[in-house]
Nanobody, 114 residues
Framework: QLQASGGGLVQAGGSLRLSCKAP???????????MAWYRQAPGKQRELVAL???????NYTESVKGRFTISRDNSRKTVYLQMNNLGPEDTAVYYC???????WGQGTQVTVSS
């Protein structure tokens, strides 16, 4: 079970940090192999935002590079998404995703006002 939190309403240029807790998962240097954050804006398809592997390799969609940072804390069984310099185009429901288990969290709303 993935528990996403940290969303909210923020002004353009602001920051938020999303958390995805997975208390029932085993977190180690080998597992889970890949965790990701996706987002879905109204009327749009869900898109990959960022991904992190067990070896801490990361990938980002082009539009968030340099603004967002994905990280993981194995001791807390948590994956984070630090979002800086937010813009209205970042408004969406954000979902955490266990790639290997194809499991999704419940989503957390991020709204950025201009």
């Amino acid at each position: 079970q993935l528990q996403a939190s940290g969303g909210g309403l923020v002004q353009a240029g602001g920051s938020l940090r999303l958390s995805c807790k997975a208390p029932r998962m085993i977190f180690s240097t080998f597992s889970p192999k890949s965790m990701a954050w996706y987002r879905q804006a109204p009327g749009k398809q869900r898109e990959l935002v960022a991904l992190i592997t067990s070896s801490l390799r990361t990938n980002y969609t082009e539009s968030v590079k340099g603004r967002f940072t994905i990280s993981r804390d194995n001791s807390r069984k948590t994956v984070y998404l630090q979002m800086n310099n937010l813009g209205p185009e970042d408004t969406a429901v954000y979902y955490c995703h266990d790639v290997d288990a194809y499991a999704w969290g419940q989503g957390t709303q991020v709204t950025v006002s201009s």
